[in-house]
């Protein structure tokens, strides 16, 4: 019923910086969140950065990276600054969509991207 894809991830040099990138599409009504979550090897799923109706960022993201929300487009991106090997991990696009039922009344659930990689090595 809705759609996210993401795009940007890759790999890249400690110090570096890459985009990512994610647009929403499908029978969307209006999106309240979206932000962005990231998993490494062997741990759980985390917050990195949010848009709703305020910005949030992880204490071991912030001043490096960045969130930014096309609200017309219904896209999402995180500008990653000054990477570090910590910073490896599966990133993931997720959004709070108010869709229309069966019904015809709307409701909200929470879309998950498919994640893209994003490594920092040397």
């Known amino acids: 019923q809705v759609q996210l894809v993401e795009s940007g991830g890759g790999f890249v040099q400690p110090g570096g910086s890459l985009r990512l990138s994610c647009a929403a599409s499908?029978?969307?009504?209006?999106?309240?969140?979206m932000g962005w979550y990231r998993q490494a090897p062997g741990k759980q799923r985390e917050l990195v950065a949010t848009?709703?109706?305020?910005?949030g960022y992880a204490d071991s993201v912030k001043g490096r990276f960045t969130i930014s929300r096309d609200n017309a487009k219904n896209t999402v991106d995180l500008q990653m600054n000054s990477l570090k090997p910590a910073d490896t991990a599966v990133y993931y696009c997720?959004?709070?969509?108010?869709?229309?039922?069966?019904?015809?009344?709307?409701?909200?659930?929470?879309?998950w991207g498919q994640g893209t990689q994003v490594t920092v090595a040397s």
């Open positions: 997720q959004a709070d969509v108010l869709v229309r039922g069966i019904s015809g009344s709307p409701y909200e659930s929470r879309y």
């Open positions: 499908g029978s969307i009504v209006s999106i309240n969140v």
């Open positions: 848009s709703g109706g305020r910005t």
